[in-house]
């Protein structure tokens, strides 16, 4: 199944193309202007023109991924919150800045489930981090709490930096990764990049660009347009901003280093004109983000979606509906096999909840499940224990509890009970649930090993709260 067909996949990206080359793009860092004029680009000012021509050029070096089908449909917990500047408080359900506490608890709860397959520094510029550098404190957090692989959504920007030096807090963040994790070839993160829109790309993005192409590192560019705010009002007409802006980007990655890859990403969505927020729990995000997706597979570069998203700050209906909403309706509307999640992400981006996580990882699970399909096997005895099941009129003394455990999953979160009038089973819910598992997680956790050396170059950039 597919949302778009051949002919208006090629419209969009011909009205990409043309933007590019007569409209143009904005790059805010004199020294991109002139890896432009270089190239023999068209600019004025800060605005580039791209020419179909310099364009081909760069598509021809960038690393192609061409779809198969591997029928191997699942959801994956990329890491908790993306980025949450501030989190529901569990027990007050009121809203609030985040703090050190709240990132180390996410790094537990993160590091003690299967399903996460990279980290974060999800609780964005906690408000107590007293690092000398903010940016670079929240990379040694990571590194001193968690082990899975760096995926960075955060970067740095000049009220998170030393000095307001982005070049130099970005370079030594991934210096640090690399001197942790002892890896100085391959990638050691990956990191997300969000240009502005509408066209343009700020000296931030670029510099944290520019330092990720120099260290060789994993690049996604991720476009986050909202209607008729900072992008078009029409749905097709984010998509086409979305891909010029994208290619744009890819262009200028591939001037600095031909072949190096490029991935994408898509977080654009319609604006709720009453409120001026985005809106992520709908139909019209889906349709964009999957638009989008469409048009990079037929042009074979390489795209991911998101999903986990919610707009709500409350663990209610609303928030349960837009996390399974944006995980699984995409398997339903393109041939997507793969999208990667948020656990606990709340407030279109802006929150994090720690239950709502929990929630969301049950969520995957049983997904996946109806996903993937489970391992079932026939049983060579049933024909026998059906005989003997007339007799017994029940299974329980005759089934077999290995093959029960083996086929089935019971939730430990989700409240199964149901209704009994003779019992009160009012203290037996989901809310109880989620608490509990927090708890014994946050317990369980057990800090990285951390060589004597990695220790003490770690405690150059922790806060003060988080010192060995």
Not at 350 to 364: C, P, R, T, V, Y
Request: glycine share 6%.
């Amino acid at each position: 199944m597919e949302l778009l067909n051949k002919e208006t996949i090629e419209t969009i990206y011909e009205q990409a193309t043309d933007i590019l080359a007569t409209v143009g793009v904005e790059f805010e860092t004199d020294s991109s202007i002139e890896l432009f004029k270089k190239n023999g680009a068209n600019v004025e000012g800060k605005r580039v023109f791209i020419s179909p021509s310099l364009l081909t050029t760069a598509l021809d070096s960038l690393p192609r991924v061409k779809y198969i089908p591997t029928h191997n449909k699942r959801l994956v917990a990329a890491s908790p919150f993306s980025n949450a500047p501030m989190i529901i408080d569990d027990n007050t359900e009121k809203i609030r800045r985040g703090n050190i506490q709240d990132a180390i608890k996410m790094y537990q709860l993160a590091e003690t489930c299967d399903l996460y397959e990279s980290i974060n520094p999800g609780v964005v510029d906690p408000e107590d981090n007293d690092s000398e550098d903010p940016y670079i404190g929240q990379i040694a957090m990571m590194l001193k709490y968690s082990d899975k692989f760096p995926n960075l959504s955060v970067r740095a920007t000049k009220s998170n930096t030393k000095n307001s030096d982005v070049y130099s807090s970005a370079k030594k963040a991934i210096q640090l990764i690399k001197e942790i994790k002892g890896d100085d070839s391959s990638p050691v993160m990956g990191q997300g990049i969000c240009p502005m829109a509408p066209l343009s790309y700020d000296d931030e993005s670029l510099i944290n660009l520019t330092v990720l192409v120099e260290e060789e590192q994993d690049i996604t560019i991720f476009p986050c347009t909202l209607s008729f705010m900072t992008g078009p009002e029409s749905l097709l007409g984010i998509v086409i901003h979305d891909i010029a802006i994208c290619l744009a980007g890819m262009v200028y990655v591939q001037l600095l280093k031909p072949g190096i890859g490029v991935s994408f990403s898509n977080f654009s969505t319609m604006t709720d004109m009453r409120s001026l927020q985005p809106v992520y729990g709908s139909p019209e995000f889906l349709h964009v983000q999957i638009m989008f997706y469409e048009v990079c597979l037929h042009f074979e570069m390489n795209c991911v979606l998101g999903g986990c998203l919610a707009d709500g700050t409350r663990n209610d209906y609303q928030g349960g509906f837009e996390s399974c909403f944006t995980s699984i309706a995409p398997y339903y509307m393109t041939r997507v096999e793969e999208i990667w999640c948020y656990p606990g992400l709340m407030a279109a981006f802006a929150g994090g909840s720690f239950k709502k996580m929990i929630l969301d990882e049950e969520l995957i699970t049983n997904c996946n499940r109806t996903l993937q399909g489970l391992n079932l096997s026939f049983d060579p005895m049933l024909k026998e224990k059906l005989v003997e099941s007339l007799e017994t009129r029940s299974f329980l003394t005759i089934g077999s509890p290995g093959i029960y455990r083996k086929e089935q999953r019971v939730t430990n979160i989700f409240n199964k009970k149901g209704i009994n009038p003779n019992n009160d089973s009012s203290e037996i819910t989901v809310d109880v649930n989620v608490s509990k598992e927090i708890e014994k997680r946050c317990e369980a956790y057990v800090l990285p090993y951390r060589s004597k050396a990695q220790i003490n170059q770690l405690q150059k950039y922790l806060p003060t709260q988080c010192k060995y």
